[in-house]
């Protein structure tokens, strides 16, 4: 058996490394600069988009965002059954009446006589059934900070909400 030197491997290894810079790579594949703002530039961003979050488009977010503020509003104002209206079916406890009570006793009172902001980005997640969503996160501010999350995903063609909880 023939043993190469470290040297001659070390030759080889140099010469292929040479010999890979000046061609290049030829893979016929090429790089076109695109304007992020021209037709393929948004389709680009759009796919990426749609990829971070679950199939979901960029144009859908502000649906999905704006069902989180309604359901932030109904608990500002107290309104428990319309917050009960736009929480997923699947979400509901075996009773009848248990979410109900923990809106009433839980959630609405973090939300009374505070002003609350919202953080402007959402994050992409989902469900037990594989279903896409977005998560939307903000604050209370007046008596006591409360950092919150609402979960929203599309059901049987419709937003609703799925959850809301104390963001850690």
Same mark, same amino acid.
């Given at each position: 058996?023939?043993?190469?030197?470290?040297?001659?491997?070390?030759?080889?290894?140099?010469?292929?490394?040479?010999?890979?810079?000046?061609?290049?790579?030829?893979?016929?594949?090429?790089?076109?600069?695109?304007?992020?703002?021209?037709?393929?530039?948004?389709?680009?961003?759009?796919?990426?988009?749609?990829?971070?979050?679950?199939?979901?488009?960029?144009?859908?977010?502000?649906?999905?965002?704006?069902?989180?503020?309604?359901?932030?509003?109904?608990? %500002?104002?107290?309104?428990?059954? @319309?917050?009960?209206? &736009? #929480?997923?079916?699947?979400? =509901? $406890?075996?009773?009848? +009446?248990?979410?109900?009570?923990?809106?009433?006793? %839980?959630?609405?009172?973090?939300? @009374?006589?505070?002003? &609350? #902001?919202?953080?402007?980005? =959402? $994050?992409?997640?989902? +469900?037990?059934?594989?279903?896409s969503g977005l998560m939307f996160t903000g604050t209370t501010n007046g008596k006591k900070p409360f950092p919150f999350d609402v979960a929203v995903y599309r059901e049987d063609g419709k937003l609703v909400v799925s959850n809301i909880r104390?963001?850690?």
């Amino acid at each position: 058996m023939r043993m190469i030197s470290t040297v001659t491997h070390s030759r080889v290894l140099i010469t292929l490394l040479g010999i890979i810079l000046l061609t290049g790579c030829q893979s016929n594949v090429h790089n076109i600069p695109v304007s992020p703002n021209s037709e393929t530039g948004r389709a680009i961003r759009e796919m990426d988009y749609m990829a971070a979050h679950g199939g979901i488009k960029p144009s859908e977010e502000p649906d999905y965002r704006a069902k989180a503020v309604e359901f932030i509003q109904y608990a %500002q104002a107290g309104n428990v059954d @319309q917050m009960l209206a &736009v #929480t997923s079916p699947q979400s =509901s $406890a075996t009773e009848s +009446d248990s979410v109900h009570t923990v809106y009433a006793d %839980q959630v609405v009172p973090q939300f @009374q006589n505070v002003t &609350v #902001t919202r953080n402007p980005k =959402s $994050a992409p997640i989902h +469900d037990e059934q594989n279903h896409s969503g977005l998560m939307f996160t903000g604050t209370t501010n007046g008596k006591k900070p409360f950092p919150f999350d609402v979960a929203v995903y599309r059901e049987d063609g419709k937003l609703v909400v799925s959850n809301i909880r104390k963001h850690r």
